[in-house]
Structure formats: structure tokens, C-alpha cells
């Protein structure tokens, strides 16, 4: 079982890299990466144009579950705003926005991974 779980580990933190490479890509600063409280984890931070994005990655090599999107439920969405609010409590630095983006990733057998970014889905 340990097998298993270093390999899903070692699909979400490449998914998470490509994803920082996809919104740096895009014009976007990342400026954190598995920030964690009590309360969960954010996969990643970053600013768009003045808004914080709060960004959840999945990341998938095999759609037989389903879509990476479909993982992203409201309990989920949920939680992120609550990680949002308690991230900003620690900061002196302020933001006009804030916003949650999700990026899936999913890992084809061959070829390039493939990227799909949703903005503000909450």
C-alpha cells in the first residue's frame, strides 16, 4: 500500500508543478505552494492583476473516475473558501480580489499533459 500512495503522491506534486507552469504561462505570480493549516491545504497561491487565486490542482492519469473537475465538489469549494479567509488572516499584504480557480491536469499514457483552468468557479 505505501507503493501506491508514494505514486499518487509523486502524480499530485508533478500535476502541481505543471500547474504553477501553466499560470506563471498565463501572466499570473505564484507566490505559495501546499500552504497548510488545520484546516486543509492550498495547493497553490497565486496573484492575478491584484487578485489572490486561490488555485486547487487535480490531477488524473486515467479518467476511469471520472474528470479531475468532477473531484471538486462544493464541500471542497467550501473548505477552499475557509483556507482562503484563514491564509489571509496571517498576511500584511491585501488584495482587491480574491477568487478560486481549479486546474486539472490529466496525464495521458503518452504525450504532453493536458491542461484545463477554470477561473472563479465559486
Known sequence: MPATKSVRAAVGEF?????????????ME?????WRCRQGEID???VD????????VKTRRSLAA???LEAV???KL???RRL???????????FAEVRIDVVAVFLPQRGRAQVEHLRAVV
Do not use: F, K, M, N
Request: proline share 4%; net charge negative.
Open 15 to 27: 500535476g502541481e508543478r505543471v500547474a504553477a507552469e501553466h499560470l506563471r504561462a498565463d501572466g
Open 66 to 68: 471520472g474528470s479531475p
Open 84 to 94: 482562503a479567509a484563514a491564509w489571509l488572516a496571517g498576511q500584511e499584504r491585501s
Open 44 to 46: 497553490l497561491i497565486a
Open 30 to 34: 505564484v507566490i505559495g505552494a501546499r
Open 78 to 80: 467550501d473548505r477552499l
Open 73 to 75: 465538489t462544493p464541500v
Open 49 to 56: 492583476d491584484g487578485c489572490l487565486v486561490v488555485c486547487e
